[in-house]
Every structure is written in structure tokens, then in C-alpha cells.
């Protein structure tokens, strides 16, 4: 496992972190290749309990370098804050062990605010914004009118580029949204004092990488978010802004040269999702509140209660063939333990047609769940950490997955701490 690119299969929030965590050991460099501070990882080790957004997962690892890369949306006041509050756990955050690439953007105040403009201005049609600027960034970027990190040492040329870009901008804080315009002065105090915080870590990392490379060091690329969620493959307009798929990894790390050895895609042992947006699966009333409650479902960044319901297998296949993954991590097996029958949606109906195949994102809201029940096996797995010593019913509902989303389940975790795992 020479690169390695560890992503999610569905909506996200499938335990993508704490899968990080566990196999940055057999890894030299760690990469954020895409999103911003919009959605968490949670990660529980020696250190405690953390839910990173920035952060590359592998930051409690020593001798694990961690890079954001190029493809990031860069938040310096949300990065800063993470790291002070991963530092105060004990952990070194030194520009040794984190580098941040000078071309990666910068996302800055106003971004944010746009984004509350927009789905308040958007109302019962909001897409399910975390209001954190990804998608006002991500546009900017793609427009060319985003400030980029290496510029935070060319003071003068970055107040000049700063004042070109605020200058259009206001039009549309002013003229579409009524909004008070940015002032130049505000929001250069804000660089200062942020961007001067994270400017030690700044470097360019497209060399360290190259350079990495042909040392033969090991990559290990993390995403965020889910295929479902992918600008270009996902629930289309009810997605994240960048392309959170597994092909996009070395773009967006920073190495385009770089070859994936393997995708470790990430699914949950049921569904669940945060935000707007057709959900097929989904449960709702007591019955969706008792797994949520089960497996505290809510969401890292904002809190909010996830969408819950059985394992998607239409949705899951389509999320294997769209990442590539190589073989699979099954997270949460624990948590179905209290259920006398564990329900899967098999198939959907749509036209009444049954279908294996994921529809076109118009179409997404016609569908319905075929659902089937496997038998429970209604006792603590949690202490598991042999396949064998797994329930046969336990047993039989992983091997039921791997079967009908044709690819291998290599992991299965049963609980939130790095040692509660089972290697397949």
C-alpha cells in the first residue's frame, strides 16, 4: 500500500477519520486534498476525543508529515483555532509535521456571510448550507478571484489584489443581497492576525511532494465528505462545492504525477446524512430516533441531528464504482446490536420498475426503498477484535454487503477507538 486514498462511499459523516487515524501508521505523509471547515472527522484516541475539520487526521501520529493541499478552502481563523485546541490535548503542531501549500486559497470572512445571505435568501429551497463559504469560495476560485496563501508574504501585492476583489465583490454584498460592503482595512486586520498565525506553516509543498515521491515515501490521501456528495457525481445541486472523489486526490494534494495504489472507500453499517436533499432511505418518527440515539448521530460540524435510516446497498454501489475503492471499511457494526432484524434497501422503485441502479439526481425524489431484513444477532460486539469471534448473524450481514456492492470489506469497526477494529 504505497499511496492510499481514504474516501467516503455515501453521504458522509461515515467514520473516514478515525479509518485515517488507524492506517497513518503504515504512512509518511498525510494530504487534505479537498473541502474546507464545513464537515468533521471525529477522532478518538490516546490524546481523547476530536473532531477535526481542517486537520489532517493523521496529526497524532509522530513522524507523520500532514499537508493541505491546493485543493483546500482554506478558513486561517477556523485552522487556528483547531490547532489550538489540538495542541492544549499535548499533541506538536510544528511546521515539521504540518505544511500548508502556498497555493492553496484562502477562504475569508465575507464567505461566509455570503453563504448565510444566500440560503436565507433561498428559504424552503436552501440547499442545507453549514454556512461556513464553501460554496461562495469554491465559486470565487473558479472565477480566479481568491487570495492565495504564499501571498500572505507579499503584503503589498496581496492589499492591491485583496482591494481589486473586494471591489467586485461588493457589488453583489451591496446591489443583490443589501448587505454592508467588506472594508479593505477589516479584512487585512483579519489576514494579519490569522493568516500571520498559520503563515510558519506556509511552504511549497508541490516540491516537498515531488521530492517525497522519489524518496519512495508513502501517501495517504483523505477526503471529505462522500461520493453523494461529489460537485460532479453527487445529488447535484444538494453536493459540496469540490470534487471529493478519489481521482481527484493527487490534484488537489498538490502531486497530479502520483498513482492511487488503493482506495479505502468508508460506509456506514446503516445510513445516515446531514443537510438538504433526497435521502431514499431515510426513517423518521421513534424508530429513527432510536438509532440516532444509538449511534449519536450529530453532525461534527453543526451539530445537528442526522437523517438516519438502513444501509443503502443501491447508493453504496454506486458509491464504490464512482470512487474506485479497492476495498471497503465497514464503520459502526456495534451500534445495529440492539435490533432483532436488521433492515438493507435492496433495490429501489421507481416507475414502478424495482432498479439497481442510483438514478439521476431529478429523478432521486420518485424513488422508493425496497427494503429486506437480515437477522440480529442482539448481543455487545464492541469488544470484538477477531472476525471469528464475530455472531455468525454479524458475520452474515457484512458478507451480505460485500456480495451485493461487489467489493471487499477489509475493515470492520466496531467502535469509535483506534483498537476497535477487525482485519479481514
Same mark, same amino acid.
Given at each position: 500500500m504505497s499511496n492510499c486514498a481514504i474516501v467516503g462511499i455515501n453521504w458522509g459523516d461515515e467514520g473516514k477519520g478515525r479509518m485515517v487515524d488507524l492506517v497513518t501508521q503504515d504512512y509518511d505523509v498525510v494530504i487534505r486534498y479537498q473541502g474546507g471547515s464545513n464537515?468533521?472527522?471525529?477522532? !478518538?484516541? #490516546?490524546?481523547?476525543k476530536f473532531g477535526l475539520h481542517l486537520l489532517p487526521s493523521g496529526i497524532f501520529r509522530k513522524g507523520v508529515v500532514n499537508i493541505l493541499g491546493n485543493g483546500v478552502a482554506l478558513d486561517c481563523e477556523a485552522l487556528w483555532q483547531e490547532m489550538e485546541n489540538v495542541m492544549q490535548a499535548g499533541v506538536a503542531i510544528t511546521p515539521e509535521n504540518l505544511k500548508i501549500s502556498e497555493r492553496t486559497p484562502l477562504l475569508l470572512p465575507y464567505h461566509r456571510d455570503l453563504d448565510a445571505l444566500e440560503?436565507?435568501?433561498?428559504?424552503?429551497?436552501?440547499?442545507?448550507?453549514?454556512?461556513?463559504? %464553501?460554496?461562495? =469560495?469554491?465559486?470565487?476560485?473558479?472565477?480566479k478571484k481568491v487570495l492565495l496563501a504564499g501571498e500572505l508574504f507579499h503584503p503589498e501585492k496581496l492589499k492591491e489584489h485583496l482591494a481589486t476583489i473586494l471591489q467586485w465583490k461588493n457589488l453583489t454584498v451591496a446591489n443583490v443581497y443589501g448587505a454592508k460592503?467588506?472594508?479593505?482595512?477589516d479584512m487585512l486586520a483579519w489576514l494579519e492576525e490569522f493568516g500571520g498565525k498559520i503563515k510558519p506553516f506556509i511552504c511549497n509543498t508541490v516540491t516537498y511532494l515531488r521530492d517525497a515521491q522519489a524518496a519512495g515515501k508513502r501517501f495517504l490521501f483523505e477526503a471529505q465528505l462522500g461520493a453523494l456528495r461529489d460537485l460532479d457525481f453527487g445529488i447535484v445541486p444538494y453536493t459540496t462545492s469540490s470534487n471529493a472523489v478519489a481521482a481527484y486526490a493527487p490534484?488537489?494534494?498538490?502531486?497530479?504525477?502520483v498513482r492511487l495504489d488503493t482506495v479505502i472507500g468508508v460506509v456506514k453499517?446503516?445510513?445516515?446524512? !446531514?443537510? #438538504?436533499?433526497? =435521502?431514499?432511505?431515510?426513517? =423518521? $418518527? *421513534? *424508530?429513527?430516533?432510536?438509532?440516532?440515539?444509538?449511534? $449519536?448521530e450529530y453532525g461534527v460540524s453543526t451539530g445537528r441531528p442526522r437523517? !438516519?435510516?438502513? %444501509?443503502?446497498l443501491v447508493a453504496t454501489r454506486y458509491g464504490v464504482e464512482v470512487q474506485g475503492a479497492t476495498t471497503l471499511a465497514l464503520t459502526k457494526l456495534d451500534i445495529l446490536s440492539y435490533m432483532e432484524k436488521i433492515p438493507v434497501c435492496t433495490h429501489y422503485r421507481l416507475d414502478g420498475q424495482l432498479t439497481d441502479e442510483f438514478p439521476f439526481p431529478s429523478a432521486l425524489d420518485d424513488a422508493e426503498p425496497v427494503v429486506e431484513y437480515l437477522d440480529g444477532w442482539?448481543?455487545? %460486539?464492541? $469488544? !470484538?477484535?477477531?472476525? #471469528?469471534?464475530?455472531?455468525?448473524?454479524?458475520?452474515d450481514y457484512v458478507l451480505y454487503i460485500e456480495k451485493a456492492v461487489g467489493c471487499p470489506i477489509g475493515y470492520v469497526s466496531v467502535g469509535p477507538e483506534r483498537d476497535a477494529i477487525i482485519l479481514r
Amino acid at each position: 500500500m504505497s499511496n492510499c486514498a481514504i474516501v467516503g462511499i455515501n453521504w458522509g459523516d461515515e467514520g473516514k477519520g478515525r479509518m485515517v487515524d488507524l492506517v497513518t501508521q503504515d504512512y509518511d505523509v498525510v494530504i487534505r486534498y479537498q473541502g474546507g471547515s464545513n464537515a468533521g472527522h471525529t477522532v !478518538v484516541n #490516546e490524546y481523547g476525543k476530536f473532531g477535526l475539520h481542517l486537520l489532517p487526521s493523521g496529526i497524532f501520529r509522530k513522524g507523520v508529515v500532514n499537508i493541505l493541499g491546493n485543493g483546500v478552502a482554506l478558513d486561517c481563523e477556523a485552522l487556528w483555532q483547531e490547532m489550538e485546541n489540538v495542541m492544549q490535548a499535548g499533541v506538536a503542531i510544528t511546521p515539521e509535521n504540518l505544511k500548508i501549500s502556498e497555493r492553496t486559497p484562502l477562504l475569508l470572512p465575507y464567505h461566509r456571510d455570503l453563504d448565510a445571505l444566500e440560503e436565507a435568501r433561498l428559504k424552503d429551497k436552501a440547499y442545507g448550507s453549514t454556512k461556513r463559504g %464553501i460554496a461562495p =469560495f469554491y465559486s470565487d476560485k473558479y472565477q480566479k478571484k481568491v487570495l492565495l496563501a504564499g501571498e500572505l508574504f507579499h503584503p503589498e501585492k496581496l492589499k492591491e489584489h485583496l482591494a481589486t476583489i473586494l471591489q467586485w465583490k461588493n457589488l453583489t454584498v451591496a446591489n443583490v443581497y443589501g448587505a454592508k460592503p467588506y472594508a479593505l482595512e477589516d479584512m487585512l486586520a483579519w489576514l494579519e492576525e490569522f493568516g500571520g498565525k498559520i503563515k510558519p506553516f506556509i511552504c511549497n509543498t508541490v516540491t516537498y511532494l515531488r521530492d517525497a515521491q522519489a524518496a519512495g515515501k508513502r501517501f495517504l490521501f483523505e477526503a471529505q465528505l462522500g461520493a453523494l456528495r461529489d460537485l460532479d457525481f453527487g445529488i447535484v445541486p444538494y453536493t459540496t462545492s469540490s470534487n471529493a472523489v478519489a481521482a481527484y486526490a493527487p490534484v488537489g494534494a498538490g502531486c497530479p504525477s502520483v498513482r492511487l495504489d488503493t482506495v479505502i472507500g468508508v460506509v456506514k453499517a446503516y445510513s445516515t446524512c !446531514v443537510g #438538504e436533499g433526497p =435521502f431514499t432511505c431515510e426513517w =423518521f $418518527g *421513534e *424508530e429513527a430516533e432510536q438509532l440516532r440515539q444509538a449511534g $449519536g448521530e450529530y453532525g461534527v460540524s453543526t451539530g445537528r441531528p442526522r437523517r !438516519v435510516g438502513p %444501509i443503502d446497498l443501491v447508493a453504496t454501489r454506486y458509491g464504490v464504482e464512482v470512487q474506485g475503492a479497492t476495498t471497503l471499511a465497514l464503520t459502526k457494526l456495534d451500534i445495529l446490536s440492539y435490533m432483532e432484524k436488521i433492515p438493507v434497501c435492496t433495490h429501489y422503485r421507481l416507475d414502478g420498475q424495482l432498479t439497481d441502479e442510483f438514478p439521476f439526481p431529478s429523478a432521486l425524489d420518485d424513488a422508493e426503498p425496497v427494503v429486506e431484513y437480515l437477522d440480529g444477532w442482539k448481543t455487545d %460486539i464492541s $469488544g !470484538v477484535r477477531r472476525w #471469528e469471534d464475530l455472531p455468525k448473524a454479524a458475520q452474515d450481514y457484512v458478507l451480505y454487503i460485500e456480495k451485493a456492492v461487489g467489493c471487499p470489506i477489509g475493515y470492520v469497526s466496531v467502535g469509535p477507538e483506534r483498537d476497535a477494529i477487525i482485519l479481514r
